[in-house]
């Protein structure tokens, strides 16, 4: 059986747009308790794909109110609020898997 880090792989590899932690646990169907720790297995999904052809790309979290673009995550996870204007519209980081070197 595909464990839950294969089956995002498989979904973020075969997906066009990039999807974010919540897309992904409803493509896959994964309890709240299993979409918890999508950050947590997409740590180790990029580590693990470093030596392969495949690298995991993130578009970073922005904030939905002045458009400030969070870059340098110390943990992955959507940031609660905006560092500039304190808004807590944040669109949450989206992911894609790809063998193209951009
Ligand atoms: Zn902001």
Same mark, same amino acid.
């Given at each position: 059986?595909? $464990?839950?880090?294969?089956? *995002? *792989? !498989?979904?973020?590899s075969s997906t066009r747009e990039p999807l974010d932690a919540q897309q992904i646990a409803r493509? =896959?169907? =994964?309890? /709240?308790?299993?979409?918890? =720790?999508?950050? %947590? %297995? =997409?740590?180790?999904?990029? #580590? $693990?794909? &470093?030596? +392969?052809?495949l690298t995991l790309y993130m578009v970073p979290p922005t904030c939905r109110s002045c458009g400030?673009?969070? !870059? %340098?995550?110390? &943990?992955?996870? @959507?940031? $609660? @609020?905006? /560092? !500039?204007?304190? +808004?807590?519209?944040? +669109? /949450? /980081?989206?992911?894609?898997? $790809?063998?193209? #070197? #951009?």
């Amino acid at each position: 059986m595909e $464990s839950r880090r294969e089956k *995002i *792989i !498989r979904l973020l590899s075969s997906t066009r747009e990039p999807l974010d932690a919540q897309q992904i646990a409803r493509e =896959l169907g =994964l309890s /709240p308790r299993e979409a918890k =720790l999508i950050y %947590d %297995d =997409l740590m180790h999904i990029a #580590r $693990s794909l &470093r030596n +392969s052809p495949l690298t995991l790309y993130m578009v970073p979290p922005t904030c939905r109110s002045c458009g400030y673009v969070f !870059r %340098d995550l110390k &943990r992955l996870r @959507k940031p $609660s @609020k905006c /560092p !500039r204007c304190r +808004s807590q519209r944040i +669109s /949450p /980081p989206k992911f894609l898997i $790809s063998a193209e #070197r #951009r």
